[in-house]
């Protein structure tokens, strides 16, 4: 019986009627919907190997908080050199765990 109906008209009886009801959006109709467009909920980010997509930012955002802008995941071993330097590796010691296939 409900299939004969629209989402939207399906909706509209239930809150005619006083039931509380949402639609239930697939993932390109969230990312469209203009709440979460208001709301600057999904932006769009680079990723090296995949281009541009869409990702959701944190899930709350407070006035006094800055914002950490969503990022690509990095390559694999893309940062460990960064790492081992902050942790007292010298740059001949990651070669050496390079060289030796310990690290990436």
Same mark, same amino acid.
């Given at each position: %019986? ?17 039931? $509380? ?31 541009? %997509?869409?990702? $959701?930012?944190?899930? /709350?955002?407070?006035? /006094?908080?800055?914002?950490?802008? $969503?990022? /690509? /995941? ?31």
């Amino acid at each position: %019986m409900v299939s004969q109906f629209t989402s939207g008209e399906v909706l509209d009886r239930c809150l005619d009627a006083d039931v $509380p009801a949402v639609p239930v959006l697939d993932p390109s109709e969230v990312s469209n919907d203009p709440h979460v467009v208001a709301r600057e909920a999904v932006i769009e980010v680079t990723h090296p190997t995949i281009g541009k %997509m869409r990702v $959701p930012r944190q899930g /709350a955002s407070f006035s /006094a908080e800055k914002k950490v802008e $969503p990022s /690509a /995941a990095p390559a694999y071993g893309e940062h460990t050199n960064e790492i081992l330097s902050e942790v007292g590796f010298d740059s001949n010691e990651i070669n050496n765990l390079r060289n030796s296939n310990i690290v990436v």
